[in-house]
């Protein structure tokens, strides 16, 4: 049994899923796999997330120690970019083959449409 914060893990895999789980963080993760970005990028690069699902994924991924967020400005409008930290450039392997399982399933099914 792992332990984060009194919330126990059965197993290492469910212990991933807690950092990479859900619909949106692999998916945030994979585009910070090739640099920093700001918040407009991403959603611009992802632009099937809700703005506010966005906010709390990356936010959560910060808790996390995935993402170091940095701001640059102290007034409005705020310059903010998000990058993967140490910790999170250990998922990259990761995210990587995830990503080429999915290309290679796109290419394999036919009932996969590319658009």
Not at 31 to 55: A, D, F, V
Not at 61 to 67: C, I, K, P, R
Not at 77 to 101: H, M, N, Q, R
Request: glycine share 6%; with cysteine.
């Amino acid at each position: 049994m792992y332990c984060i914060k009194d919330k126990k893990y059965p197993c290492t895999t469910s212990l991933t899923m807690k950092y990479i789980g859900g619909k949106w963080k692999s998916v945030i993760l994979i585009h910070l796999t090739r640099g920093k970005k700001r918040y407009n990028e991403l959603k611009k690069e992802i632009p099937t997330i809700t703005e506010r699902t966005l906010s709390l994924q990356l936010k959560e991924m910060e808790a996390d120690g995935l993402v170091s967020r940095k701001v640059y400005t102290s007034k409005p409008p705020l310059k903010v970019e998000y990058d993967l930290t140490s910790f999170g450039k250990t998922l990259i392997p990761v995210l990587e083959a995830i990503a080429s399982w999915g290309k290679t399933t796109a290419d394999t099914h036919k009932e996969i449409k590319i658009e």
